[in-house]
């Protein structure tokens, strides 16, 4: 089970990269939301994927079970998987009021922001 999955992270980081070297906005933020996904089954495989038991400590007992799964590393996938979404929904928001404000979502057309500043070229910016 764990090459497959080590395969799968393997395939999901590949395309994490690719998205991240294109030059629209939308694969961008999809390549940085994927490589997120990424990680989170890293660290999870990373801790393991094999546990016979809940992590809680048996009552009359003052140690957890060797068989039990570790829960840390799921309260860190837990954590990251909501700072991703707030990341995720951050750099959407970015990138709607990028292609709102220059028109376009291309990477090498955006040189600057000086643009954005000035009222009367965001106006023409939206007629053109």
């Known amino acids: ?38 990680t989170n089954l890293l660290i999870f495989v990373a801790a393991g994927l094999h546990g016979d038991s809940v992590p809680i400590i048996p009552q009359g007992s003052e140690i957890l079970a060797l068989t039990a799964v570790d829960p840390l590393p799921q309260a860190l996938i837990l954590t990251a998987i909501v700072i991703g979404l707030a990341l995720f929904g951050f750099s959407l ?5 990028c292609v709102a404000v220059l028109g ?10 000086d643009s954005l500043d000035d009222p009367v070229s965001i106006s023409n910016n939206k007629d053109s």
């Open 1 to 38: 089970m764990e090459i497959i999955m080590s395969l799968v992270i393997g395939v999901c980081y590949a395309c994490a990269v690719f998205l991240l070297l294109q030059k629209r906005l939308l694969q961008i933020v999809l390549g940085i939301a994927l490589l997120g996904h990424a």
């Open 93 to 97: 928001a970015l990138a709607y009021r």
């Open 104 to 113: 376009h979502d291309d990477i090498d057309q955006i040189t600057h922001t």
